[in-house]
Structure formats: C-alpha cells, structure tokens
C-alpha cells in the first residue's frame, strides 16, 4: 500500500524558516520524481518544487531561492526546506510521486498524494 506523510508544517511568523518531511513507502522511492505542491483557498495546486531520481531539481519562480527540495533515499523521505518565508507561502503543502526520469508540472499527471499538511505564516 502506497503512502506519503508529510511532517512539519505548523505556524510560522514572516522571515521564519520550515522544513517539511514526507515519508514514502509501498513504492520504489529512489525510483520516483517526487514533488512539493501547494494549495491556498485562492489558487489551484501549483507545483513549488521538483526532484528526479538523480537528484537534479527544479523550483517555481515564486520560491526560487528560498527554498530547497532534497531527498533521502536509504530513508524513503522527501524534504522541503522553506526560508524568508512570507504570508503569501500560506498554504496546505503536499508532496507527490510519479514514475517518470523527469517531473511533470502538471499535477494531474502525478501518481502518488500525501494528505497535505497546513503551513501558515503570519505578518
């Protein structure tokens, strides 16, 4: 059975960092494009960051620089480390998995869904 668990999130002020965390298992992990998206009540669930099973990462314009996705794969965990963190990063967090050598954009086409995980960060 295929599940990812995202830890982490919480409350944060403006400036502040977090790392969040998402513990796969039932799949091969190292074999996987894993994925951070995000949801806030005003948007549809963006992509913000992106690791192929190589280690080569991507990242959305809007957290370019601030935030860095890395993965652990003798641990089977996905991380996303958020700094200068803004109110407008508020939003439920997931992470997400997909079989491919490359990450797709598109939400859509991912396999694999965490349950989400609230990161909110106040002015």
């Known amino acids: 059975q295929v599940q990812l668990v995202e830890s982490g999130g919480g409350s944060v002020q403006a400036g502040g960092s977090l790392r969040l965390s998402c513990a796969a298992s039932?799949?091969?992990?190292?074999?996987?494009?894993m994925a951070w998206f995000r949801r806030t009540p005003r948007k549809e669930r963006e992509g913000v960051a992106f690791i192929v099973s190589n280690f080569g990462t991507s990242y959305a314009d809007v957290v370019k620089g601030r935030a860095t996705i890395s993965r652990d794969n003798a641990k089977n965990t996905l991380y996303l480390q958020m700094n200068s963190l803004k109110p407008e990063d508020t939003a439920v967090y997931y992470c997400?998995?997909?079989?491919?050598?490359?990450?797709?954009?598109?939400?859509?086409?991912?396999?694999?869904w965490g349950q989400g995980i609230q990161v909110t960060v106040s002015s």
């Open positions: 997400a998995a997909i079989l491919r050598s490359y990450c797709p954009v598109s939400q859509a086409e991912y396999d694999y």
């Open positions: 039932g799949f091969t992990f190292s074999r996987y494009c």
